[in-house]
């Protein structure tokens, strides 16, 4: 008896606490933007709202939250909310849902620019495909990022980082696209570009990068994939990377035809000798790490030989190659 005595006197202790704050609380206590991210827990709601001031007691907010039936109630987006407004106001304006539309975008690692341009619009259809491919066309665009300053980076091909991106109904396309550049160099801090096999710039590996990002299926080929590049560099062979003459044409194909080499064009690693003039693509970290370590191989083909594992032959051939494309 006794202990239901307490616990009954804990629950009204808390019902009061998260019934009755609001009522001294002033009206002209400041605002302040909360952001509750798609898929957040109820601990993690809590806390983001203790974090911003908006509530005391995180504990009090949970247990008032759940007695309130509301628990599952509770919506993403983006708040603007009164600090210490209290725990029964502060439920009831997220189970309403927020006034500004929050939108989310993943971007793939590999994805190219144009693909980017495509998921951005159709997630927030006043983007303007015309404006944003303007945007990410031009690297001087964004010149304040010291990644963009060398000479050839002319598109945001390749430094557009591949993550999960938030933003508000209010973020205009250039507060996006920066969101973007920001991770790129947050990833990215600390690396020594200049360490690598051939002493390559930041763009120049952003360009290797990108072409093992499309090649590579199986993440443990990076490396190896990787050597193939640089074995070749060195010994001042073509690439020929498939994954190059496909950035070229209109359409992406199941499967090159011998026209398709021939294209002209300063990507088509085919007919170029050298890297290609830019980012085919917009690579992960993996494979930037791969593009500055190569594996130590003499290879320089590889083939496709397991579509469903997604991993090749590698050979120091062409008479190798052949048989392994058999």
Not at 4 to 33: C, D, H, M, R
Not at 146 to 169: A, R, V
Not at 226 to 232: E, F, H, K, T
Request: aromatic share 10%.
């Amino acid at each position: 008896m006794k202990k239901k005595f307490i616990a009954t006197i804990v629950i009204v202790v808390l019902l009061i606490a998260y019934f009755g704050l609001a009522i001294f609380k002033q009206s002209s206590n400041p605002k302040q933007e909360v952001i509750v991210p798609a898929g957040s827990s109820v601990s993690q709601i809590s806390n983001i709202l203790q974090d911003k001031g908006i509530i005391p007691n995180t504990f009090v907010f949970k247990v008032g939250l759940y007695l309130s039936g509301k628990a599952r109630n509770l919506k993403p987006g983006k708040y603007i909310l009164k600090k210490e407004m209290g725990y029964k106001e502060t439920v009831n304006a997220l189970a309403a849902g927020p006034k500004i539309s929050i939108f989310s975008i993943t971007i793939p690692e590999g994805y190219e620019n144009s693909k980017i341009v495509s998921l951005l619009c159709k997630e927030n259809p006043k983007f303007s495909s015309k404006k944003v491919t303007a945007l990410i066309s031009n690297s001087q665009n964004f010149n304040a990022f010291p990644f963009l300053s060398n000479k050839e980076t002319k598109s945001l091909e390749g430094f557009l980082f591949p993550d999960t991106y938030q933003f508000s109904e209010e973020n205009k396309i250039e507060d996006v696209i920066n969101l973007m550049l920001k991770q790129f160099s947050k990833k990215t801090a600390g690396i020594n570009w200049a360490n690598n096999p051939m002493k390559y710039n930041t763009a120049q590996i952003v360009i290797i990068a990108s072409m093992i990002e499309a090649e590579a299926r199986a993440p443990l080929e990076r490396p190896l994939i990787s050597s193939v590049i640089y074995n070749r560099l060195k010994k001042g062979m073509r690439l020929e990377v498939d994954a190059t003459v496909q950035y070229c044409l209109p359409k992406r194909k199941p499967k090159l035809f011998e026209s398709d080499l021939k294209v002209a064009s300063p990507y088509n690693t085919y007919q170029k000798k050298g890297l290609p003039a830019g980012p085919i693509g917009n690579p992960g970290l993996s494979s930037i790490k791969a593009a500055l370590k190569p594996a130590k191989t003499s290879y320089l083909y590889y083939v496709l030989t397991d579509s469903k594992k997604g991993t090749h032959t590698f050979t120091n051939t062409y008479e190798e190659f052949l048989k392994a494309r058999k």
